[in-house]
């Protein structure tokens, strides 16, 4: 059984750019969570999806954006990249929201 | 808003010794409560987690909580660390349970031989 898988691992960008990175959830789960992790802090929470909508959302400005697939995989987008955005991304999924979260190895995005 | 402080950035400890690690939230009521490990190159995996009843909440690997609601703590122990147990340690609460956690900064675990 696969858990989380997001790709790609790692990732290199510009200034100005836009990216695009990618989660599979776990089989079986319908609710994926993205989280930014910059080094040496905590995860912070970005948004939620299920159903293929938003249902949360944290402190994020709209650069951020996502989307969710009826096959529950799901993408988050970033618009106009900042250094400020060079982090691990984490994806989170579970059966529901209430439900334990399992989360994918991350991809790891730098912005020169 | 909810908060989650952990004091101590890095920790070490001798293997076979003892561990504790601190976890302080800032809530009014009584969050859920998670501890989570990250190993290197690796995605968060849950060690366990706090909703009610049972203050000493036991989880994976040998690690154990205790949730102190007069102190606002929820503390992770294990009795004997192993060289495996190295790794970053996070703390983190959540007001509604709904999956939207806040996260402590994480204590880097070093084990030595």
């Known amino acids: 059984d696969a858990g989380v898988t997001q790709s790609p691992t790692h990732l290199i960008k510009t200034r100005g750019q836009q990216v695009t990175l990618r989660c599979s959830p776990k089989?079986?789960?319908?609710?994926v969570s993205w989280y930014q992790q910059a080094l040496g802090q905590g995860p912070q929470f970005i948004f939620q999806?299920?159903?293929?909508?938003?249902?949360q959302r944290g402190n994020f400005p709209d650069r951020f954006s996502g989307h969710q697939f009826p096959n529950y995989s799901s993408e988050l987008n970033v618009n106009a990249l900042l250094l400020g955005d060079s982090a691990l991304y984490l994806c989170?999924?579970?059966?529901?929201?209430?439900?334990?979260?399992?989360f994918g190895p991350g991809t790891r995005l730098l912005v020169l | 808003a909810q908060s989650v402080t952990q004091p101590d950035i890095h920790i070490t400890v001798s293997e076979g010794a003892s561990l504790e690690l601190r976890c302080n939230y800032s809530?009014?009521?009584?969050?859920?409560l998670f501890w989570y490990v990250q190993s290197p190159g690796q995605g968060l995996q849950l060690l366990l987690k706090?909703?009610?009843?049972?203050?000493l909440v036991q989880g994976i690997k040998g690690f154990e909580a205790e949730f102190k609601r007069s102190q606002s703590s929820f503390n992770l122990r294990k009795p004997s660390v192993h060289w495996s147990d190295a790794a970053e340690y996070f703390c983190?609460?959540?007001?509604?349970?709904?999956?939207?956690?806040?996260f402590g900064d994480g204590t880097t675990l070093t084990v030595k031989p």
């Open positions: 989170a999924s579970s059966l529901g929201s209430r439900e334990t979260q399992y």
């Open positions: 089989s079986g789960h319908d609710t």
């Open positions: 999806y299920y159903e293929e909508e938003e249902r």
């Open positions: 809530y009014g009521a009584t969050p859920y």
């Open positions: 706090y909703f009610s009843g049972d203050t």
């Open positions: 983190a609460v959540d007001r509604t349970n709904a999956g939207k956690s806040t």
